[in-house]
């Protein structure tokens, strides 16, 4: 009954075409899960094992759980290529063991997840059951992809082993539990707040938090960035961020390296920017989760507020969300597409003939896959001027930047000059859209390399 009622809301929110995206991507998960060899911990020990690099997520290897999987998905797929790949992570309240050698897929059950929703506590077990994975499959790495829902703590301990740690950021997650740093309940970005005051309040909207909490969870990150083997980010932006919220912190090796870009096109030329025919209704998407941190607020605004008459709008929404979000926007005649497959984003906004996209978010994102896709797509884009989004656009063109300040009102401004033509977005500069899997891949087999000193075999 909860899976009809939640098929229902999701018709009713996002339409047939977005709810068929849903159920086409649970089909290929388990198509994928299907190709998998289910065996015994000790089985999979000895048919894969040794495996160089155990990859670690604190969510389920799945696309529907952000972009944190779908970029580890892309570049694990080449890296099994190279070598064989192992990865931990949790389904179905278990924690689960992937390994791949020689073409085979094999998978096992670990211990239970017994994660709980206060991240005073986080992951109970803490390093236990990465611990446990590195030994079966004889691993030499332990690289945690993305560490929001884990507490710093419960990783540090992983850097007091044999093992090297990789410590891959994708958001704010060490400097708070809340990992886009929205302020609640005023729904805002809190600009990097040191304010104890403001933070446990902001945190109490969510959390029953003790004392002190967010003081130790950043002493506790101060101490595993600075333990760390090397620390990889997707920006620049987000290495300069972290260097100025935890000063004087170092770790044995940073890099920057950029996410791959999703999708079979997303790596590939330069599209040229879509042209906007003059006199024509102006197709606007706001693309990506129509969730109030990604700017979903702001577009509704935008909308209600619009009065601009140079020329007709035709409003919608690319991305899955809220329900109660889609539906209002159904309401005020806004087209929600809804869900759409990971890497499919560059073909949806080729059919839909999307003139215009919005990148809104009301945080600083610190990559923007949204924006490998717009691009490959060659649809310009609209953006708050802060983040690696504004650093790329004002890099590499293909957009316009609003200061977030302005909100609502200087996108409708900027929008409005872009499609009555009396500014024109700068066309898009460089070689590629973004980075490919194979290249995110080799760059990963260099990295590890380093750390284990080795050069030979093509293991690493």
């Not at 670990?110 to 004889?138: K, M, N």
């Amino acid at each position: 009954m909860n899976g009809a009622r939640l098929a229902w809301d999701l018709l009713r929110a996002e339409g047939a075409r977005g709810l068929a995206e849903r159920l086409a991507e649970r089909i290929g998960a388990l198509k994928e899960r299907l190709e998998e060899r289910s065996v015994r911990p000790e089985q999979l020990a000895r048919e894969a094992g040794p495996v160089p690099v155990l990859d670690v997520l604190a969510t389920p290897f799945a696309p529907r759980f952000g972009g944190v999987p779908v970029q580890l998905g892309a570049r694990r797929a080449e890296e099994a290529r190279l070598r064989p790949t192992a990865l931990l992570a949790p389904e179905s309240g278990s924690w689960t063991l992937r390994a791949t050698r020689g073409g085979e897929a094999l998978r096992a059950r670990l211990g239970p997840v017994t994660a709980a929703a206060d991240p005073s506590v986080g992951l109970r077990e803490g390093a236990e059951p990465v611990l446990e994975a590195a030994r079966l499959v004889g691993a030499g790495i332990v690289n945690v992809e993305g560490v929001s829902g884990w507490p710093p703590a419960a990783l540090g301990d992983l850097a007091g082993t044999s093992l090297r740690l990789v410590v891959s950021l994708h958001d704010f997650a060490l400097c708070c539990p809340r990992p886009n740093l929205v302020e609640l309940p005023r729904v805002r970005f809190c600009g990097f707040s040191r304010d104890a005051g403001r933070c446990r309040a902001c945190l109490a909207a969510t959390w029953s938090l003790p004392e002190g909490h967010l003081e130790g969870w950043r002493r506790d990150a101060k101490a595993l960035l600075a333990a760390a083997d090397a620390v990889v980010y997707p920006s620049e932006y987000l290495r300069r961020q972290h260097a100025v919220l935890f000063p004087g912190v170092r770790a044995g090796i940073e890099r920057v390296l950029a996410p791959p870009a999703p999708g079979d096109h997303a790596a590939g030329p330069v599209a040229a920017t879509r042209h906007l025919a003059c006199g024509e209704a102006a197709r606007v998407a706001f693309v990506g989760a129509s969730r109030p941190h990604q700017g979903a607020l702001v577009f509704e605004e935008l909308v209600r507020s619009w009065t601009a008459a140079s020329r007709p709008v035709r409003w919608s929404i690319l991305g899955s969300g809220e329900p109660a979000l889609a539906r209002r926007a159904r309401a005020w005649g806004i087209r929600v597409e809804g869900h759409y497959r990971a890497g499919s984003l560059a073909r949806r906004l080729r059919e839909e003939e999307v003139d215009v996209a919005l990148l809104l978010s009301i945080w600083p994102e610190t990559f923007g896959l949204t924006l490998s896709e717009c691009r490959s797509a060659g649809v310009p884009v609209v953006a708050f001027a802060h983040g690696a989004i504004a650093e790329r656009v004002a890099a590499d063109g293909g957009g316009l930047l609003v200061p977030p300040e302005d909100g609502a009102a200087g996108v409708g401004e900027v929008l409005e000059s872009l499609l009555s033509g009396t500014i024109d977005v700068p066309p898009l500069r460089g070689e590629a859209c973004g980075l490919s899997p194979d290249r995110a891949a080799l760059e990963r087999t260099a990295l590890y390399r380093t750390l284990l000193g080795t050069v030979d075999r093509g293991e690493t």
